[in-house]
T-cell receptor
Framework: GNSVTQMEGPVTLSEEAFLTINCTYT??????LFWYVQYPGEGLQLLLK?????DKGSNKGFEATYRKETTSFHLEKGSVQVSDSAVYFC???????????FGRGTSLIVHP | ETGVTQSPTHLIKTRGQQVTLRCSSQ?????VSWYQQALGQGPQFIFQ???????GRGNFPPRFSGLQFPNYSSELNVNALELDDSALYLC??????????????FGPGTRLLVL
């Protein structure tokens, strides 16, 4: 079956540091890949997505590239802010499926 | 444009009771999905409703049931509550059932505590 593995958190960084959150996946076909963000006390918000190999999703300074050869979709940001503190979820949806698979989430804490 | 709303925001029940959670989808969206998010975990798909019909179901027992209404709002019903049902329940709406291209918009969730 499908699965998503994320690096364990929390990830603790100082403001303006470089961020990488690793995500790898297992799927039988060619999934679409997503990163969602969940701020404290809120629901999930779609951060970015990529629907085919080598696509790069980007939003609000965050980027992730769909790497089929390494089955990865790592999230990066060049300079984090305190306001980026949240839980980040990697997810996949395969083919025409409406059933997404989420990772367990990675907590990011950014200090001033 | 109104986003996805859920009610109530918090709820406390006891084991064996029944609960109904409500979701209003984003304007124009005909598909609603429900998720259970246990503390420290990612969301788990419960089921999806598309144009008032159940369109798919995750690995949840039949005591989890739902409805979608003609205005595309939705309810999640859970019977015979168990302690492990304590979680954040998220509703998400989208324009169509397939997620390959479509973006889901999530509500803020209902936090259920079962004592």
């Amino acid at each position: 079956g499908n699965s998503v593995t994320q690096m364990e958190g929390p990830v603790t960084l100082s403001e303006e540091a470089f961020l990488t959150i690793n995500c790898t996946y297992t799927a039988t076909g060619y999934p679409s890949l997503f990163w969602y963000v969940q701020y404290p006390g809120e629901g999930l918000q779609l951060l970015l997505k990529a629907t085919k190999a080598d696509d790069k999703g980007s939003n609000k300074g965050f980027e992730a590239t769909y790497r089929k050869e390494t089955t990865s979709f790592h999230l990066e940001k060049g300079s984090v802010q305190v306001s980026d503190s949240a839980v980040y979820f990697c997810a996949l949806s395969e083919g025409g499926s409406y059933i997404p698979t989420f990772g367990r989430g990675t907590s990011l804490i950014v200090h001033p | 444009e109104t986003g996805v709303t859920q009610s109530p925001t918090h709820l406390i029940k006891t084991r064996g009771q029944q609960v109904t959670l409500r979701c209003s989808s984003q304007s124009g969206h005909n598909t609603v999905s429900w998720y259970q998010q246990a503390l420290g975990q990612g969301p788990q798909f419960i089921f999806q409703y598309y144009r008032e019909e159940e369109n798919g179901r995750g690995n949840f027992p039949p005591r989890f049931s739902g409805l979608q209404f003609p205005n595309y709002s939705s309810e999640l019903n859970v019977n015979a509550l168990e302690l492990d049902d304590s979680a954040l329940y998220l509703c998400a709406s989208s324009l169509e059932a397939s997620l390959r291209q479509e973006t889901q918009y999530f509500g803020p969730g209902t936090r259920l505590l079962v004592l």
